[in-house]
């Protein structure tokens, strides 16, 4: 078969795209990627060997400025209506999207023509380009069991994927705890403050001193956390990067961060309990951060009672009672089979 698959914006959107797509060709499918200017480069160098990129004029309509929303509904709708005419010529048999404004002019073009259309949504809160999509589609994969935001007056079917994560997570699913008192804290750049300033001072007031920490953070700031922790006699690790992120989540026996949909996956599918901090501009990570702690594998803490009084006294706690962590790693597994359930439905 000849499958189209439309992503672009991010990083989140553009991993799972690109590994269903390997998926697919070693399945023996035509494959085209179609992505935006953004996230081309990451595309061309990750994309399986015989499949064919396109590129998509779009951008994110989420802009306050009114004019430049303009602009962003006038890239998509130029998009749509070139792929409209592309797929009078060269019709796929399928089309998968990955979210994201980039992937809405093809869903569109594939309405137009009745192409089967599947779409993946990453988030346990359904976004808003997906949203907006679904009115063209049959099929929606999700990440998470339970998603919030599918309208429920809607003739699409849902189907409960999982998403995928990098091999090396794979091959390291359901690893037990090392229980050698390790911390992973990790924010990324987006929002990465409100730990850099709370994590360090709690820790700095736990019971137990012989904690070592692996802390991740923007890079103005690596110099500043390193000082407090030597300061303070722990054992830290301060890196602006960190570029084996499966190794890191697999030697810690408890990781503190933000919930985007990638991260709490993989934490799911090596199985690490948590303490959960969603960005408070964003519900998509509330909810990731929700369905995490519903499994039971850790907490799901807003940013406003996010505190280092209330951090200290969990961190004592938890490191007081190792098999309460044991506990939280086996309920916070989650086989991920996502590659595969996802070539499978599109396939069928």
Known sequence: MKIWIATGGTGGHVFPALSVAKELEKRGHKITISTDGRVMKMVKDGKPDKARVAFIWAAGV??????KQIIALAKIGVSALALILRFALLRPDRLVAFGGYASVPAVFAAHVWKIPTYLHEQNAAIGRANKFSMRWVKTLMTSFEYV??????????????????????????????????????????????????????????MKNKKIFITHQTRPENVEKLQRFYASHKIHANVLSFIRDMASSIIDADLVIGRSGASTVVELETIGRPAILVPLNINPDQAANAASFAKLGGGFDIEQSKFTAKWLTSTLDDLFDNPTRLDKMAKKSYVENLAVQKIADTITK
Request: glycine share 10%; proline share 6%.
């Open 62 to 67: 989420g802009a306050k400025s009114k004019i």
């Open 148 to 205: 919030d935001g599918i309208p429920n007056k809607t003739n699409v079917r849902v189907v409960y994927t999982g998403l995928p994560v990098r091999d090396d997570f794979i091959k390291n699913a359901n690893a037990p705890l090392k229980h050698e008192n390790k911390i992973l804290i990790t924010g990324g750049s987006l929002g990465a403050q409100i730990l850099d300033e709370i994590v360090p001072v709690a820790i700095a007031g």
